[in-house]
């Protein structure tokens, strides 16, 4: 069965980095693309971006440009976030939701719905 | 950027009872050559990651209840949980898909019981 496992809670300092994985399995890694979804306390959900595993082409969301990085390792199957320059703003449960792919012959490839979320990780910046 | 905008906030409904939730994004997330709505919608109970209720604005994932059903075309979507059960209770989220590979969420609308 299809299972995204992410690493576990973590305590930064403001300024500091911090680098959040998601493990896939139950599926080919390579052929469904990965979005990081943040949700800050009592909070909406905020797109981060979005990683092709296959290439690992990425593209991030404006806010945090200059800020996030994410990579991944086809050999075990994990993606990776990595966050700086934190503050406390950045205080916040750090999902992974496996995208699920359309293709049309006007439109191309589209990324669509997540059927599939890590399960979270809670990230607290703190001084 | 694709606004996505939904109401009410939040909604108290009595068990057995229908509860409606809207959602109208600031574009039409409607593709004209296949007739697609680039929308979908989630449930997120306390201290879980979200579930996929429905997607292509209609279509029910598998293994959820048929009391969750989805409609609209263009800007203006509804999510209907028709008699509503106690485990119904949770913040529901729409999500359009149309401007790959950006996709933005509305902003929630708490579920509870009256």
């Known amino acids: 069965q299809v299972q995204l496992v992410q690493s576990g809670a973590e305590v930064k300092k403001p300024g500091a980095s911090v680098k959040v994985s998601c493990k896939a399995s139950g599926y080919t890694f390579t052929t469904y693309y990965m979005h990081w979804v943040r949700q800050a306390p009592g909070q909406g959900l905020e797109w981060m971006g979005i990683i092709n595993p296959s290439g690992g082409s990425t593209t991030y969301a404006q806010k945090f440009q200059g800020r996030v990085t994410m990579t991944r390792d086809t050999s075990t199957s994990t993606v990776y976030m990595e966050l700086s320059s934190l503050r406390s703003a950045d205080t916040a449960v750090y999902f992974c939701?496996?995208?699920?792919?359309?293709?049309?012959?006007?439109?191309?490839?589209?990324?669509?719905?997540?059927?599939?979320w890590g399960q979270g990780t809670l990230v607290t910046v703190s001084s | 950027d694709i606004v996505m905008s939904q109401s009410p906030e939040s909604l108290a409904v009595s068990l057995g009872e229908r509860a409606t939730i809207n959602c109208t994004s600031s574009q039409s997330v409607l593709y004209d050559s296949n007739n697609k709505n680039f929308l979908a919608w989630y449930q997120q109970k306390p201290g879980q990651p979200p579930k996929l209720l429905i997607y292509w604005a209609s279509t029910r994932e598998s293994g959820v209840p048929d009391r969750f059903s989805g409609s609209g075309s263009g800007t203006d979507f509804t999510l209907t949980i028709r008699t509503l059960q106690a485990e119904d209770v949770a913040v529901y989220y729409c999500q359009q898909y149309y401007s790959t590979p950006q996709i933005t969420f509305g902003q929630g609308t708490r579920l509870e019981i009256k």
């Open positions: 939701a496996r995208v699920n792919r359309y293709y049309d012959l006007l439109i191309g490839d589209s990324v669509t719905y997540s059927d599939y």
